[in-house]
């Protein structure tokens, strides 16, 4: 037979742990509860054309093949951006007012499937207007921006959805740039840049409706450089 303090202090243990059951008593050998671990950033591979949903044309999927080197890209599903997502942030930014060119314009980033994946493209598309101040004579109409790392094309955008007007137009810019780091293995690519973000450019002012496409051609090849 059992001390009485001993077997006391045991029945009223087990007593607590009934009664404390539902808040999770558990033995000391136990250990703490698991954690179920956080979601990670999910990525899959697709066609280059699908890469960014929308924004690239049959000619500018060609061209972001050659530049990227391989068909399929990695793509982060939390960052897919595609034409739908570009043209509601270009809205807003014309909406801003004043403050259009602060306005964030998601971009879309694609990694070529290539030795250690290293090759990456950056498709972005900037906003601003004349509520931001006057433009110069060489920021209306189209435009084409040639570099060595990146191209891009620049238009003015008339159009109901957005509000821009003939006097104030949203003026849009598309830019394709080559992240790659090694760049001096890329030489003469520059016009595969300006293909993709002419493809950008012209699906967004189809996107946003803008009147004549904003004076866009159908290709890049029409462009006045």
Not at 21 to 28: K, T, V
Not at 118 to 147: C, F, N
Request: net charge neutral.
């Amino acid at each position: 037979m059992g001390q009485p303090g001993i077997r006391t202090a045991r029945i009223g243990g087990f007593a607590m742990c009934l009664a404390l059951a539902a808040a999770g008593c558990s033995s000391p050998d136990s250990g703490p509860k698991k954690t179920a671990p956080e979601s990670a950033t999910t990525s899959v591979t697709v066609e280059v054309a699908d890469a960014c949903p929308g924004l690239l044309s049959a000619a500018g999927a060609e061209a972001l093949k050659r530049v990227l080197q391989s068909s399929a890209v990695m793509r982060d599903e939390a960052q897919a951006v595609g034409v739908a997502a570009t043209g509601k942030a270009l809205e807003a930014a014309y909406k801003a007012g004043p403050k259009v060119r602060e306005a964030a314009v998601p971009s879309c980033t694609v990694t070529g499937q290539v030795g250690g994946g290293d090759r990456m493209g950056e498709i972005r598309l900037t906003a601003d207007s004349g509520k931001a101040g006057p433009p110069r004579p060489d920021q209306v109409g189209v435009r084409v921006l040639p570099g060595e790392k990146e191209a891009g094309v620049s238009f003015d955008c008339v159009s109901t959805r957005v509000g821009s007007t003939t006097d104030v137009p949203l003026r849009i810019t598309g830019v394709f740039a080559n992240r790659w780091q090694k760049l001096e293995s890329d030489s003469g690519l520059a016009d595969e840049y300006l293909v993709v973000a002419h493809s950008a450019a012209l699906a967004v002012s189809r996107e946003l409706g803008c009147a004549n496409n904003g004076g866009l051609p159908a290709a890049a090849g029409e462009l006045d450089r």
